[in-house]
């Protein structure tokens, strides 16, 4: 059994005036669900700004907590933050080895964050990752131009979809917003 620790998805989706991001609760070992109810969704700023992660937990929160200096830093601007946090991430010494990724929704920002430096912004303000990221992006793609649910319903509904698709990702789903 390959002992890996494999958890998350992790969807973000800015629509009609809303920013969501969520995430499903499952963490699992190997071919063993650990845990049913993780929360990995953090709101940060003041609720401004929202952060999900995917990969090592204890990572992930040190990730989190430096995105969330970076946005004091740079009073609120979640591009130089971001930015900032991937250029740190990439040249540190010791944060070069933390396996994790982020993904960040403010009102009018979508962005992933990982440690090869990339701060990704996608044109359709659709952010995913983890194990059953791709799933949850093409589900959200789908309902956010066919349909009228709100970010935080498009959020839910593609992590469903994911949840029956990917066997790291449950139905367990928590989900957070910010309001324009």
């Known amino acids: 059994m390959e002992n890996k620790i494999r958890s998350t998805t992790i969807l973000?989706?800015?629509?009609?005036?809303?920013?969501?991001?969520?995430?499903d609760g499952q963490v699992s070992l190997?071919?063993?669900v650990m845990k049913h109810n993780a929360m990995k969704i953090r709101k940060i700023a003041n609720g401004n700004v929202l952060c999900g992660f995917?990969?090592?937990?204890?990572?992930?929160?040190?990730?989190?907590?430096?995105f969330e200096d970076k946005i004091e830093?740079?009073?609120?601007?979640?591009?130089?933050?971001?930015?900032?946090?991937?250029?740190?991430?990439?040249?540190?010494?010791?944060?070069?080895?933390?396996?994790?990724?982020?993904?960040?929704?403010?009102?009018?920002?979508?962005l992933i964050v990982s440690g090869n430096g990339d701060v990704i912004e996608p044109d359709d303000?659709?952010?995913?990752?983890?194990s059953g990221g791709m799933y949850a992006l093409?589900?959200?793609?789908?309902?956010?131009?066919?349909?009228n649910l709100?970010?935080?319903?498009?959020?839910?509904?593609?992590l469903l979809?994911?949840?029956e698709i990917c066997i790291y990702t449950n139905d367990k789903i928590n989900v957070e917003k910010i309001k324009k």
């Not at 303000?125 to 983890?130: D, E």
Request: proline share 0%; no cysteine.
């Open 54 to 66: 995917a990969g090592a937990t204890a990572d992930a929160f040190t990730l989190m907590e430096r």
């Open 73 to 110: 830093q740079y009073r609120g601007n979640v591009n130089r933050a971001a930015v900032e946090l991937a250029k740190d991430w990439r040249t540190d010494k010791y944060l070069r080895k933390l396996e994790a990724m982020l993904a960040v929704i403010s009102e009018d920002k979508a």
């Open 30 to 32: 190997g071919d063993t």
């Open 150 to 158: 709100s970010a935080e319903d498009i959020v839910k509904e593609a």
């Open 125 to 130: 303000q659709i952010v995913a990752i983890g």
């Open 138 to 147: 093409a589900a959200a793609k789908m309902l956010k131009k066919y349909s």
């Open 12 to 23: 973000g989706v800015i629509n009609k005036g809303e920013a969501a991001l969520g995430g």
């Open 161 to 163: 979809t994911a949840s």
